[in-house]
């Protein structure tokens, strides 16, 4: 399996180069230049095997240049009982609430959101190719809460890796800034900005486009565009499918599509679930949900994308899907369009900041199975009530966007598996304002709480930043 670039500028490369770069040198996406059929009969033959061994097998169709026993063995680690309790992936039924949804747990992981599932791989395949080439890497990022505390916690303690993360000084939740700064390993370094989000990522570019400063101190990423992660996030999709179909005989098998409903922001969890589907795992749709930032429910909903700028993004109470201009969503236009048509309509969005797609609308729900929706603060109250109420079981306001768009678009006789990206007690306060009294915090996060939190505070400027690399940057 080789990958390119969406914008046609990369010589073809294979999957574990593909994992220690971002974007291409050409400034588009990596994409891989076909993709795996997985056949019924196939995915029949993955049934009995547990998560890790499944995960073994999926990304073995991409990973196609790393040997399969030690790609078995990565998977072992990543997603063995230190990081996730068996089954890893939890599927449970939502029938009180609606006959037919189900919510498919994907935040088991150390930091109870499921970018741990992705990130974890990528902490045991990226130091296993730095080992087998002799190299390092610094991983130098930027967080507004989620991704940061999934890296740190899937690389402290490896080799040949050292995060720095950048974060806003006081603007992330109680329980994200204790799951990174409680952290003492020596290869972590917390850096918390006076500034905003923005800020810390403008850092992040600033560094990244010395490319001097940028080779001598080998310095990567591991942001929600690295390919690895997309991988890693289709093995649950498969999963899913799997397990809701594992009560069925053959022949009902047969037919068994399901929807699924992804809360959505940078269009990578759903963007796995697509070349999930385009493989071949039985997804009739792909259900995106968003927030008051709808950008992408209006993309689906209108065929046009119109990104917008920092100052038109609410901050909104499912604070990771506060995102509106979805890095992903070229990927999957690249597909849409076909590589000629892409690099010609591609330029259309650069020049006038709109791309007009709407001639392609009828394709997006038709050849390709998504449709959309979005959600407000109270419809999201109202799920985690609704929820709890029918099941006793907590749900986080992300995935509640999820519930709230699922129990819209559902249709009877078709299981709707919504994805938990969170798990609840990460975002206590608004549980805590939609149950009234409910006591979200358990004792691992009173525990977590009062550990000791070890982060240095730089100006929003360069030089603090560059100082703190120099000095602790791993070399050869
Ligand atoms: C990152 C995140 C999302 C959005 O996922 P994308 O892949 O960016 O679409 C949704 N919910 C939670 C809790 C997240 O951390």
């Known amino acids: 399996m080789r990958f390119i670039s969406t914008r046609g500028g990369m010589v073809p490369t294979n999957f574990t180069d593909v994992l220690l770069s971002g974007l291409a040198p050409d400034g588009g996406l990596i994409v891989p230049e076909s993709i795996p059929e997985v056949t019924r009969t196939q995915l029949e033959r993955l049934r009995s095997l547990s998560y890790p061994e499944l995960a073994a097998k999926i990304i073995s169709l991409y990973a196609t240049d790393i040997p399969t026993h030690d790609l078995a063995a990565l998977t072992g680690a990543a997603f063995g009982p230190d990081h996730f309790p068996p089954p890893v992936v939890p599927v449970r039924t939502l029938n009180n609430v609606a006959e037919g949804l189900a919510l498919v747990g994907l935040s088991e992981g150390p930091t109870m959101a499921f970018k741990d599932l992705a990130m974890q791989f990528l902490g045991q ?30 690389f402290r303690g490896q080799d040949g890796v050292a995060i720095f993360m950048l974060s806003p000084k006081d603007r992330m939740s109680d329980v994200q800034r204790a799951q990174m700064y409680s ?28 490319a001097a400063f940028k080779s001598t101190y080998s310095i990567g990423a591991v942001n929600s565009i690295n390919f690895g992660r997309i991988a890693a996030q289709i093995v649950y999709y498969v999963w899913a499918w799997l397990r ?27 963007y796995a679930g697509h070349l999930a589907r385009s493989m071949g795992v039985p997804i009739r749709r792909l259900v995106l949900a968003t927030n008051e930032n709808n950008v992408l429910d209006e993309f689906f909903s209108t065929g046009v994308y119109r990104p917008r700028g920092s100052a038109e993004t609410l901050a909104t109470s499912s604070p990771s899907m506060d995102i509106s201009k979805a890095s992903n969503l070229e990927r999957f236009i690249w597909q849409l369009l076909g590589p000629k048509e892409f690099r010609h309509r591609w ?3 650069e020049t006038t900041g709109v791309l007009d797609l709407s001639d392609q609308l009828t394709r997006l729900s038709a050849e390709f199975g998504f449709i959309s929706g979005s959600s407000s603060h109270r419809d999201r109250l109202e799920a985690i009530r609704r929820v709890h109420t029918a099941t006793g079981t907590f749900i986080d306001p992300h995935t509640a966007d999820g519930v709230t768009v699922a129990l819209r678009t559902m249709e009877v006789g078709f299981p709707t598996l919504i ?13 805590k304002e939609a149950l009234g009294a409910e006591q979200m915090q358990t004792p691992e996060i009173t525990d977590l709480l009062g550990r000791a939190q070890h982060v240095v505070t730089i100006a929003n400027a360069e030089e603090p930043l560059r100082a703190i690399i120099e000095a602790a940057a791993l070399r050869t």
Not at 419 to 431: P, S, Y
């Open 419 to 431: 994805l938990e990206t969170a798990k609840a007690a990460k975002f206590g306060e608004t549980v």
């Open 244 to 270: 809701i179909s594992d009560g069925l005989d053959s022949s009902d098998r047969a037919g068994h599509a399901m929807d699924v409903v992804v809360p959505s922001g940078n269009f990578g969890n759903i």
């Open 347 to 349: 330029l259309d969005l």
């Open 183 to 210: 952290l003492n390993d020596t290869n972590i370094h917390n850096i918390a900005v006076n500034g905003v989000f923005d800020d810390c990522q403008a850092l992040v570019k600033a560094i990244n486009s010395d």
């Open 125 to 154: 395949v990226i130091p296993y190719i730095l080992r087998h080439g002799g190299r390092v890497l610094n991983v130098l990022g930027a967080t507004s809460g989620d991704t940061g505390s999934a890296a740190e916690h899937a």
